[in-house]
T-cell receptor
Framework: GQNIDQPTEMTATEGAIVQINCTYQ??????LFWYQQHAGEAPTFLSY????GLEEKGRFSSFLSRSKGYSYLLLKELQMKDSASYLC???????????????FGKGTKLSVIP | GAVVSQHPSWVICKSGTSVKIECRSL??????MFWYRQFPKQSLMLMAT?????????EQGVEKDKFLINHASLTLSTLTVTSAHPEDSSFYIC????????????FGAGTRLSVL
């Protein structure tokens, strides 16, 4: 089965750093994704980790430990526009044509306050 | 990044009618498209996976006769909700994958369906 856990809500201050954790237990693993989703909008791709370690991309970084089934998304220099839901998703079952299905966590709603 | 267009963005319909939602990949060929449903404060739930030119694969619990999926070309997939009922009201989102080796899914803007 697939199980992905992440905190429901978090609040952080503008300019600060916040870490959103994700733990997973899945029957297959071909990488872990983080997506950002503003209310009423579609998710937008943030990062992809398939090997252990830290991937840095501007203000956002993502970490993966496959042995621990654990990932985190690190957001630095928080801005008000970063207020959104952050979805952790694991790529697992093969869908055909070179693609894999994603299983999503419920998302972490981040509120950035002044 | 790749662009996926989905429309309509919002539709209101009467119970018993059918609604068609279109998903287009604008700047790449989508070999695989996915359809998700998202209820308020819930995760995206995969409904079905469609590979171009073949029948869609539906997830357990999703009625294939109710949610008709067509993926006739590499740039277009459609989801038709047949005989919609109020319980079908939800946010429907498509995604497309077409970049071999990257596994990244690019999402459409979503369609909010309200069935009266």
């Amino acid at each position: 089965g697939q199980n992905i856990d992440q905190p429901t809500e978090m609040t952080a201050t503008e300019g600060a750093i916040v870490q959103i954790n994700c733990t997973y237990q899945t029957s297959g693993f071909n990488g872990l994704f983080w997506y950002q989703q503003h209310a009423g909008e579609a998710p937008t791709f943030l990062s992809y980790n398939v090997l252990d370690g830290l991937e840095e991309k501007g203000r956002f970084s993502s970490f993966l430990s496959r042995s621990k089934g654990y990932s985190y998304l690190l957001l630095k220099e928080l801005q008000m526009k970063d207020s959104a839901s952050y979805l952790c998703a694991v790529s697992g079952a093969y869908s055909g044509a070179g693609s894999y299905q994603l299983t999503f966590g419920k998302g972490t709603k981040l509120s950035v306050i002044p | 990044g790749a662009v996926v267009s989905q429309h309509p963005s919002w539709v209101i319909c009467k119970s018993g009618t059918s609604v068609k939602i279109e998903c287009r990949s604008l700047d790449f060929q989508a070999t695989t498209m996915f359809w998700y449903r998202q209820f308020p404060k819930q995760s995206l739930m995969l409904m079905a996976t469609s590979n171009e030119g073949s029948k869609a694969t539906y997830e357990q619990g999703v009625e294939k006769d109710k949610f008709l999926i067509n993926h006739a070309s590499l740039t277009l997939s459609t989801l038709t909700v047949t005989s919609a009922h109020p319980e079908d009201s939800s946010f429907y989102i498509c995604s497309a994958h077409g970049h071999r080796g990257l596994y990244i899914q690019y999402f459409g803007a979503g369609t909010r369906l309200s069935v009266l």
